[in-house]
């Protein structure tokens, strides 16, 4: 037998045959050194990069440990940023299809907190969350842990990063001693060591590689004068004219006006950055994923996380305060065989900095002569509909496309991505269809508010 197929692992015909249906055809490296100490329920340190699979990892293996008809929390998942937490919820939902009502419920800030006191006391079995919001509900005795049988810390160092340390320890403090721990981080520093010997009980230590492919991606830099800094990334654009750009800021004020500058330029951008309310992070994210905005102007913190494929170009408008956020930031863009292109712009009291950065790889240039760029456009490929409707609605894929090509008449090649959330659905539709032609949609006989975004 392949031991790098789920198969030769203790798991239920129901679990095995979802992960089929799924598209989890083998085992990753980390799954496949992970989830046999897992479902032995032994504690475990990962050493796991994202996308190694870690998730389905820690996934199979809470979710073959579930008692489903105890209605209690008995799994709670740690993550760094609200992005990160739906996209584990998400995952975990569709491990979980083996199975009728499992109930996953994320707790993150920048939501209200009234509707997550709602879904509380309908209980859950499985919460995922962000360590600020999860002791917020423990504090306030709306969460209960004394039923919990496992938790996971996913990308420990990210938290540590961010400042969680204080708040991961308490919200420990409210869980059994007796419970599985597993850790997941990409690097082990010595904050990650102290707090594995307080939390975890001999722990089994894993670590897995993928056989990565380096992005290829062409490095530039630019000197730029300290007021010329919009001329020339627009300048920029419009030398490269790339479909899709994440601009990095080293602030939130100077992403909301740098979105604002650019947006005069006749360029559509969107800020994303902390002081957003979650709703307001949905509607930038489902915009500049879907092709509604090709501009993205973000901080670093606000863009951890973040599940973007095909990104053109990265831009770092200022200096990154390390080298290691910049190969964070730049890795964004050129992967999966694609080529990316990564603009850092400079200023001259940054000079010095900047020579830390020179290498073979990168070229450093100027722009001397601008070119007119008065009539340089970067307008997206779609608007994006939104439908008063969603998950709580039983809505799908489907339902929505029939809607929309039967009866609205919409043909199929105008309707791009469709993301479905529990209140609200986003389509993404082609630029220039009829907008008085879709209010109040009827989907499966019922009427939907809509605007566009």
């Known amino acids: 037998m392949n031991t790098q197929n789920f198969s030769s692992l203790n798991l239920t015909d129901a679990m095995l045959k979802n992960l089929e249906k799924i598209g989890y055809k083998h085992m990753t490296p980390i799954q496949a050194k992970a989830l046999p100490f897992i479902l032995k329920k032994n504690d475990l340190i990962a050493k796991a990069k994202t996308g190694s699979g870690k998730t389905a990892a820690f996934g199979i293996g809470l979710l073959s440990n579930l008692d489903i008809k105890k209605f209690r929390v008995q799994s709670l998942v740690l993550c760094p940023t609200r992005e990160l937490a739906d996209q584990v919820a998400n995952e975990l939902r569709q491990i979980a299809k083996f199975a009728h009502n499992i109930k996953i419920l994320t707790l993150c800030g920048g939501v209200a907190f009234g509707p997550q006191l709602g879904s509380l006391r309908h209980q859950a079995h499985i919460i995922v969350g962000t360590p600020g919001r999860v002791l917020k509900h423990l504090n306030k005795n709306s969460l209960s842990l004394q039923d919990l049988n496992m938790l996971v810390l996913d990308e420990a160092d990210r938290m540590l990063d961010m400042g969680f340390i204080e708040e991961i320890q308490n919200v420990i403090d409210f869980a059994p001693k007796k419970r599985q721990t597993l850790l997941f981080s990409a690097t082990y520093p010595d904050e990650i060591k102290d707090l594995c010997k307080s939390i975890l009980d001999n722990p089994i230590e894993v670590e897995a590689h993928l056989q990565e492919v380096p992005n290829e991606i062409s490095e530039y830099f630019y000197e730029v004068k300290a007021n010329e800094k919009v001329k020339t990334l627009v300048e920029i654009f419009s030398r490269y004219k790339p479909n899709d750009v994440i601009v990095f800021c080293n602030t939130k ?110 070229e450093f240039l100027k722009i001397d002569n601008f070119s007119d760029t008065s009539t340089f456009k970067m307008q997206p490929e779609f608007v994006t509909l939104v439908i008063e409707g969603g998950k709580k609605d039983k809505l799908r894929k489907g339902d929505i496309l029939g809607s929309l090509t039967g009866d609205i008449g919409l043909s199929g090649e105008n309707i791009g991505k469709i993301d479905i959330y529990d209140r609200q659905t986003y389509v993404a539709l082609k630029n220039g269809f009829e907008e008085n032609i879709i209010k109040n949609i009827i989907i499966k006989k019922k009427r939907f508010t809509t605007w566009i975004l």
């Open 253 to 362: 004020l100077e992403c909301d006006e740098l979105a604002g500058e650019l947006q005069d330029s006749n360029i559509d951008a969107l800020a994303l950055h902390g002081d957003l309310e979650q709703y307001e992070r949905n509607d930038v994210l489902v915009q500049f994923s879907n092709k509604s905005c090709p501009v993205l102007v973000a901080t670093d913190v606000a863009a951890r996380g973040l599940d973007i494929k095909d990104l053109d170009m990265v831009v770092n408008y200022n200096l990154p305060f390390t080298q290691e956020t910049y190969t964070h930031r730049i890795g964004r863009t050129g992967r999966a065989g694609a080529k990316g292109i990564s603009i850092t712009l400079y200023i001259d009291k940054e000079l010095e900095k900047a020579d830390e950065y020179k290498d073979e790889k990168r």
